[in-house]
């Protein structure tokens, strides 16, 4: 199979829609399951990297193109879905491409709570029965403790063990039963948009499923400093007690799991969050978390 690179979307292109193969194509930015290429100034192509990640685009293509319509915030929108052709075995599409940073690089500021809150509840609707199920992110609470404990052991003497017990505690006290709602369900950094800090929209829906709606709330925590969560909440219209417990709960999940990978920007974010939510005990500490081998 053909890899992935600016060549064969050119060759894509020409094959299937000509009038955008004289563009630009940028350099890609890989993912674990897709390649995006910047085509021009306004146009991305999204390919899968592998067969395991083919169900995922389709899925995209499928649910994206209805449920973007009734979506007022920036996101990237279905434009074109291509067919296998140039030796390439699979779908893929064109999108359309959002202006500004990943928050990874410019993390959001503050004051972009409140539009974060109010897009994560034009999300968090009801799904059908037929919406998509993902086993990492649909699951129930419990089910994620193996990676929560994979990762604190990984981290350990870096960590408040007990004050992450008792946020886990709390969590796992309270009912975990909420509606199933659409979910982003992979809401981190690298897939949100800054615009000098501002809310500038959301990307990369390969993962969108069901599920209980803390989990995009727990993601919420990478992406803004503690202190702007109240005002991210109003924005949302609120949440009962036990999601926002569920929500700080898989944020420590997700904010352990970062802070062990080897790509510093990703564990500089796992670490700022658990400095937040109050299981590591400095920022002194936060910076002398270890390197992780491979």
Known sequence: MPTPDPDLVRALLAEQFPEWAGRDIAAPFEGADMAVFRLGADLAVRLPRHHGSVGSLQAEIRWMGRLAQRWSFPTQRIVAVGRPGAGFPWCWAVTSWLPGELAADRPLDAAAAPALGRALAEIHQPAPADAPWNSEQSVGLTAREPTLRQALDRLDGHVDRDAAAALWLAATAVPDDG???????????????????????????????????????????????????????????????????????????????????????????????????????????????PEMPP
Do not use: Q
């Open 179 to 289: 509606p199933r709602v659409w979910i982003h369900a992979d809401l981190h950094p690298f897939n949100v948009i800054s615009r000098g800090g501002a809310f500038g929209g959301i990307i990369d829906w390969s993962d969108i499923a069901s599920g209980d709606p803390a989990v995009d709330l727990g993601f919420a925590h990478l992406l803004l400093p503690a202190a702007a969560m109240p005002a991210m909440f109003d924005g949302y219209g609120g949440a009962d007690p036990a999601t926002v417990a569920r929500a700080r709960a898989i944020a420590l999940v997700k904010a352990a799991a970062l802070a062990t990978l080897r790509k510093p920007v990703a564990a500089a974010i796992g670490r700022r969050c658990l400095i937040e939510l109050g299981v590591a005990r400095s920022c002194s500490t936060a910076r002398s978390l």
